[in-house]
Each structure stands twice: as C-alpha cells, then as structure tokens.
C-alpha cells in the first residue's frame, strides 16, 4: 500500500489547519434531507423515521487496497462505497433509508478531494432517495485514506435470506456480471479506452436497488448482491441452504461477448464467473422470474457425498476471489476443472 | 503517530495469514443476542426490530491519537468505542439497541489483540442490552488500526436537542466530571496509582444510560453527553439554544476535590471543567430535576450584545478541548478569564 498520497488527492488546500466544522461546513450542505429524517446530523445523533424492521450493514474501503487514486475520482469512491452498501439493503429485500459515513484520513489530504468526495456521495444517496444520517471526520497516519459506510433500510415483510434456496428453484441474476471486473482488468493493464463502460461500471457500480424489494415481493427464496463474484457469491446461497446451483453457460454467453472484444475470451470468462464489485443482484426463485430478471440455472439437491455448491455445465467451477487478510487474487477454495475447457 | 505496533498489539498470532472467517469464528460466538435482533450478522445484513424513531450515530477511534497501546488493554479500547456511541443515543433521550462495529487493522496486529477487543466490546454491550448488528474486518498500512462503532436505538417520544435550553432552566449532570481527564493526566505523567478510579474511567467511561430516557420524561429541554469538556459542551447548547449557561463553581467543588489530591487544585479545575472523554450526561430542566441528577447551574437569556456560551462565577470560561484537524490541547477559542482566579 502507498505511504504518500498521489496529486489527486492533495492537490488544493490540506485539511491540516481547518477546523473540523470548517470542513463539514463545506460537505454538509451536499446533502439532501429526506422525508424520513426526523432530526438532521449536527446534535449527538440524528433520528430517523423507522418501521418495524430495520436492515443494517456496514462496509469499508481503503485507499491502496480497495482503490487506487490513479484509477478513481474521490466522487467515483463516494459513489462507489455508498452503492455497494446500499446493494447489502437491497439484497435482503428492503429500501436503503439513510447511510452514514466515517472519513479516517491523513491530514494532508485537500479539502477539495474530501468535497469532491461528498459529491460523489450526495450523488449516490439522490438516485436512492437516501439521506446522509450522520459521520465521523478524523486524522489518520500519513498515507492512510479509509471510507467506512453503515446503510439502513426499511424492509416491509420477511427478509430474503442465502439460506432459503431450495431444489427446483430457478437461479436469475438482476443487472450485469462481469462488467466490473472487466474494467478492472482493463484499468491494470492501462487499456481502459478499449471498453468505457465496463471502466465506469468499475468506478461507479450501478445495483438494481428496486430489484430486491421487486424479487421479495416476487417469492424470491434467496438472495443477495454480487460483490465478490458469482461463484463465490452463489457457492454462499448454495452452501447456507444446502443445495447445489447448476449455472448455464449458455445463458452467461451474452456477458461474456460484452467484454470478450475488449479483454479477450478467457479473461471474459473470468470476469463473468468470478469477477466481484458488479453488485447485481443473485437470487432464486420457486415461481417465474419477476420483469427484469433473467434465469441463469437452476437449484437441485446434493446428491450422495457430493457438497453444496455452484456448477457449471455440470462442473465445478473455479472460484476465485477476494480474501483481506489471506491475500488478494486467487481464493483458498480454488479447485476443479475450468468449465471453458468443459 | 507510531508507525510500529507495541506488543501488546502484536502478542500472539498475526492477523496476517488467517482466514477472515476464521477470526470471525474467534470473534462472533463472543456476542449475545438480543430480543430485538431479528437476522443477526452473517448475511448481507442484519435485521432489527425498530419502532417509529430510530437514533443513529458514529464515532471512531485511531491508534496513537485516541489511545495508546501501553495505556488501555484491547478490551479497554472496545468498551469505550462502544460506551461512547451509546452514550450519544442516551443523550438524545434514547434507548440503545445496537451497534455496527469496524475494524481496520495493521494485519501484524495479533489473533490475540483482536479477540480481547471483542471481548470488551460484548461487555459494554452486555451491560446495555445491545446486540451486535454486524461489522468489517478489513486491512490497513503498517502501524494502523482504528475502530470504527455505529450506534442505533429506539426513541420513544420527542428527541432531546442540545436546543432547547430557555431562560429560566437549571442546568443539571448526571455522573461523574472530569475523572476521565484527571487519569488521563495521571496516565501521561506515569502516576495511575495516585487515583486509580479516575484511570479506570479513563480506560472505560461508564455513560449513565438509564438517565437518557428518564430526562426526557422528566421534561429536558436540552442535553448532550460531556465528550469534549463540560465548558465545551456546554457551549454547543447555549449556542444552539441562543442562552448563556451559568455555572455555579461551589456546585464544582465536590467534583474538582475527588481528584485534587491525585492531580493538584489548579490541573483538578481544567479536568472539571474541559475535560473530555467523560460522557457523563448534561442537561437542561425547566422543572425539578430527576433523581440522580443534581443541579450545576442555571440558563439565562443573553444580555444586549452578549454572545450564548458558558460562564462561570459570571465570567467567560477557558474553553479548551481537542479539536480533530485543528491540532490537539487548547481550542482556538480559549479566550477570556481563568474563573479559578475570580
């Protein structure tokens, strides 16, 4: 990880020498209200209008190991950590309500990447009708930038768990696949002009928020968001319910020829099966897929010795992913045979 | 800040290595439930029981500006991040029902370090009746590791704002002043045996969180937790409210003579009266004050061309403080008289 900061994030005035109000003086403004904030950030804690059951999760980005500043506006971060966040809601079937946000960061850091960074924020709390609950601003050790974000959402009836899967569901994906690790791989290997959608999907996910309320509604029997692939994300629905998801290929076709051209077959592949930070959502169904959901497989039983898990064309599938403190790149459960050689 | 991890960080097994699944498995069993906790952690979030009004507030803690390795155990540092947060929901007039917590952590740091921070964070949460809602485990830079704590509870009734104050109110608090700070004076001066309860406070702040609710029963108009200083934050109601708050030094004394033998007379008045990291709750009452609080002072309107702050004995207190950007100590606004020398 980079010990100093790149010219993207301190180009401007540093934070070191600004009061903190000074600073929240220039983000807070860039938040909207919403119709479910009974009491603003700025007391000991805000008040937000609830129902009778609320989702809560939290996630967090750090700078040199979840993004980098050459690849990455502070508003595509903004953008970024708040969507993924807002995914985890929409993934147990519920409406994101309001987030809040912990900056940690070096001092050195300008104040006009922190605004540019509550921008991207803003902007991603106004396409999901979200208000800004509340945050922390603080110092950290020279080099350090991390972005922590909690998400609440308002969920009307039963939550839609991984472990609800069962054998003769239908599996069906909302939104891309491998999109986002295809402009990932682009942007490594300095070609990011080859495939611009791909690269922006990277920078800025886009989940299918509506989606998950659309899919509980719908029956769905498991479901969550596509953060770090379909393989490693379907073996999680597959193991906690106990059954196996067999993936079609041939339905997985029309995603990997999105970005076949520009990152070649094999890797196109990759991107599509393992590839994380897409934030789709995945999820089952006992009945007809919902508008705008498309079926990629289908859930059966464990047959005798065999474990849960995600096959595809009868095989399994490599799996790969993303691991913080194992190491990046390659997962520990990588075994068994590549379905492209199927 | 230290750029090296002391041993009592690194004791034991590295993070570095591990599985995050299998610190989790470390970490996870050490959190109760609770009755309002209805998906626990574990899926892409958790689900909690709520009711109309919900509170939310964050605050996070780094290594080396808000403890010391050598100062506070592990188990230390995690009931305070959490009594902190909680303490913030009481003083809203709230009932605490659950926490978020997030690690980010040098992955030097051990196995070991992290579990007894867990373990601190299941005690403040125990005694509160909080569940554990769900968290993140991620990696940082050498030397790094901060922790991050969302807060949620449910609010019966109308928030208590820092606001409200009016003329005529009896400003109250209920716990301890300046305990905190006087063993945090002890603490850098290598002398915790001179008070021994004052260091332990230090280490576990211990947020009167029953007395939340029970002022905004009793009628507040206005209340805060005293986490910078009671001139501090008293001075964020009277500006908020448009008042002055009066404070009366006699009322003081018993406070500044608990720990004037372990820090001497002049170092017991600024604990009292700027030292922070109590969060013990300060409040204002148009009415009787409730049992367990006891009175402090009194609010009045402005006189012409008064500004709302904070006296003492009549006069503009020192207004210390730590301010985040702004360098730690003595606040930028600390003007006026030293009321010890009225």
């Known amino acids: 990880m980079p010990s100093r900061l790149g010219p993207t994030l301190t180009g401007g005035t540093p934070l070191r020498g600004l009061e903190e109000e000074d600073v929240l003086g220039h983000?807070?403004?860039?938040?909207?209200?919403?119709?479910?904030?009974?009491?603003?950030?700025?007391?000991?804690?805000?008040?937000?209008?609830?129902?009778?059951r609320t989702i809560v999760t939290t996630d967090t980005v750090?700078?040199?190991?979840?993004w980098l500043d050459a690849w990455s506006s502070a508003a595509d971060i903004g953008h970024k950590v708040?969507?993924?966040?807002?995914?985890?809601?929409?993934?147990?079937?519920g409406r994101p309500t309001g987030v809040l946000i912990t900056l940690v960061t070096d001092p050195m850091v300008s104040l006009e990447w922190v605004v540019d960074l509550a921008r991207g924020i803003a902007e991603a709390c106004d396409r999901a009708d979200v208000a800004v609950l509340g945050g922390d601003l603080s110092s950290a050790p020279a080099g350090v930038v991390m972005i922590s974000v909690t998400a609440l959402g308002n969920l009307d009836g039963e939550p839609v768990l991984r472990s609800?899967?069962?054998?003769?569901?239908?599996?069906?994906?909302?939104?891309?696949l491998g999109l986002a690790a295809a402009g990932l791989h682009l942007l490594?290997?300095?070609?990011?002009?080859r495939h611009t959608t791909a690269v922006a999907r990277q920078?800025?996910?886009?989940?299918?928020?509506?989606?998950?309320?659309?899919?509980?509604?719908?029956?769905?029997?498991?479901?969550?968001?596509?953060?770090?692939?379909?393989l490693r994300d379907g073996g999680r629905i597959a193991r906690a319910s106990g059954v196996v998801l067999e993936l079609d290929p041939v339905a997985l076709a029309a995603d990997v020829a999105e970005v076949a051209g520009a990152v070649g077959e094999e890797t196109a592949w990759?991107?599509?099966?393992?590839?994380?930070?897409?934030?789709?959502?995945?999820?089952?169904?006992?009945?007809d897929l919902p508008t705008g959901w498309r079926g990629?497989?289908?859930?059966?039983?464990?047959?005798?010795?065999?474990?849960?898990?995600?096959?595809?064309?009868?095989?399994?599938a490599r799996q790969t992913g993303w691991d913080h403190f194992g190491g990046g790149g390659a997962g520990t459960d990588a075994v068994g045979d590549d379905p492209r050689q199927g």
């Open 188 to 193: 490594t290997h300095d070609q990011a002009e």
């Open 62 to 66: 750090v700078l040199g190991r979840d």
């Open 270 to 287: 990759d991107c599509v099966l393992a590839g994380g930070e897409e934030h789709s959502l995945l999820a089952t169904f006992p009945d």
């Open 296 to 316: 990629i497989g289908s859930v059966r039983a464990p047959r005798p010795a065999e474990a849960p898990g995600v096959l595809v064309e009868g095989r399994t």
């Open 82 to 93: 708040v969507a993924q966040n807002l995914a985890d809601v929409a993934a147990m079937g």
């Open 203 to 230: 920078r800025r996910p886009s989940p299918p928020l509506g989606a998950g309320p659309q899919a509980a509604a719908a029956g769905a029997s498991a479901m969550l968001d596509v953060s770090d692939g379909l």
């Open 164 to 176: 609800g899967a069962r054998p003769g569901d239908r599996v069906a994906v909302c939104g891309s």
């Open 27 to 52: 983000i807070l403004p860039l938040f909207r209200s919403s119709p479910d904030l009974i009491v603003p950030p700025g007391d000991d804690a805000a008040v937000l209008a609830t129902e009778e």
